[in-house]
């Protein structure tokens, strides 16, 4: 059982490096528009974040004043 495991996963090793050294070969892949997009969300994503700490930031001040009160 454990003779046919290592086998299977050394045939699988050698097939994906196989695979590997032949997709090097291949023309890469134009990423510049995904990364442009990734970049012209960072501004409005900081934002949102700014806006949700912010109300956490809020709720828990409430808290801390309700409780000292």
Known sequence: MKRNLKL???A???LA???GVA????????VTSVTDQIAAMAT???AIGAAVL???VGIKTYKLVRRAL
Do not use: M, Q, R, W
Not at 23 to 30: E, F, H, R, S
């Open 8 to 10: 299977s996963l050394v």
């Open 12 to 14: 699988a090793a050698v």
């Open 17 to 19: 490096g196989a695979a």
């Open 23 to 30: 997709n090097a070969t291949a023309t890469p892949i134009d």
């Open 44 to 46: 409005p994503v900081a």
């Open 54 to 56: 912010l109300v956490l």
